[in-house]
């Protein structure tokens, strides 16, 4: 079982800058794979970034390209989004997500979320 708990939103002003974190308990050595998903009211959740343990290799939705970062310290099995330049398109939950290996199999696990607003 893995435990996920965001942190860092809140309200900022267009141009601004976030820092999100997501803290990691339980069986954090099973977690391979981490990413960042948002969902804004009414919209369906869409991916915003993610990376590999193995190789911290990244990947980011074009949408968000350039301007956040995504990171992660295995030491404190945490994950952080790095926002800046924020749009008010960019407001809303921001998810943490953990792939993790469970057996044989695979399973993933979400945060509560947290929320981030973006005003004009």
């Known amino acids: 079982q893995v435990q996920l708990e965001e942190s860092g939103g809140g309200l900022v002003q267009a141009g601004g800058s976030l820092r999100l974190s997501c803290a990691a308990s339980?069986?954090?050595?099973?977690?391979?794979?981490m990413a960042w998903f948002r969902q804004a009211p009414g919209k369906e959740r869409e991916f915003v970034a993610a990376t590999s343990k193995s190789d911290s290799s990244t990947s980011y939705a074009d949408s968000v390209k350039g301007r956040f970062t995504i990171s992660g310290d295995n030491a404190k099995n945490t994950v952080y989004l790095q926002m800046i330049s924020l749009k008010p398109e960019d407001t809303a939950v921001y998810y943490c997500r953990a792939r993790a290996r469970v057996g044989t199999g695979l399973t993933d696990y979400w945060g509560q979320g947290t929320q981030v607003t973006v005003s004009s």
């Open positions: 339980g069986r954090t050595d099973s977690m391979y794979h």
